[in-house]
């Protein structure tokens, strides 16, 4: 997948608008249709999308990320292009019209235009569904991408942002279509696992990434299984400084300095304060016992 950060003449794609924030299932669903329409009709896909959510510019408040990065999720898909573009104050301004017309139409001349069912665009949101169906005179095709949902509830970026918060990673993890990641580099932390028989690798939790809940957790790295703790490590610290600490299953390989994935699979308990070490030991034990069943 080629990325461009400014506009570029690219024509006769197959696009899919949206910030994409989670790539969810619904969001897979739209862009999905950008994809298989290229490919049946020998042409090229492109995601239309901004660097930053469009509400850092208009309330200087950014909402928390659900992905340290889309770009490797929409990939996956199949998109040949992706156009990350500065929600600056020249396209804000742009009402409905002149961005289809001065933006989508002049620079990509599409066969085809997919997007959500909520999508909005243009200034004042004055732009959505209803106004790219009417304007498919000017030569692409329209595909509107109803809602996606699961046990009838909708899946959005917002849903899944309350299930992450809550720590209902599964229910989350299911509206992602794919588990909640993180990924970082292993750094040395205070090396107090080894002193109790669980040796962890340790990562800084990413800035603007959605917080999860103090607690320990079912993950799986590239390595095999694990439990992740994600806490101030209440029985055996007294810092109150948040870290990050995976033990991985039957593994000793020394991976300092290297990229470490996490996936995140349920949550299996709150972070606590034990009364003793070997408390803690014991209820580290029980929680490995569960992830080997």
Known sequence: MEIFN????????SLALGYFDGVHS?????????????KENATKSAVITFKDHPCCYFYGVCPKYIL????????????????????DKELCSLSADEYLKSVLIKYFEPKAISTGFNHNFGAKKSGNAGFLRENQKLGYKYF????????????????IRKYLSEGNIERANDMLGGNFKIQGKVIKGEQLGRTIGFK???????????????????TKTQY??????????PTISDKNEPV????????????????LDIEFVRMLRKEQKFNSLDELKA?????VKSVTK
Do not use: C, W
Request: aromatic share 10%; no cysteine; proline share 3%.
């Open 144 to 159: 509107e991408i109803e809602p996606q949902k699961l046990d009838g509830e909708i899946i959005s970026s917002t849903a």
């Open 200 to 218: 962890t690798a340790n990562l800084t939790y990413p800035n603007g990434l959605i917080d999860i809940p103090f607690g320990v957790y079912e």
């Open 68 to 87: 340290q990065s889309r770009r490797e999720k929409i990939e996956a898909l199949g998109v040949d292009f992706m156009y990350e573009l500065d929600f």
């Open 244 to 259: 990050l600490e995976t033990h991985i299953l039957n593994f000793e390989k020394d991976i300092y300095g290297t990229d």
């Open 283 to 287: 209820q580290i034990a029980k929680d």
């Open 224 to 233: 095999g299984k694990a439990i992740t703790n994600f806490g101030i490590k």
């Open 26 to 38: 619904g969001h897979q669903k739209v862009i999905k249709s950008a994809v298989d329409f290229a």
């Open 6 to 13: 400014r506009l570029n003449e690219n024509k006769g794609l």
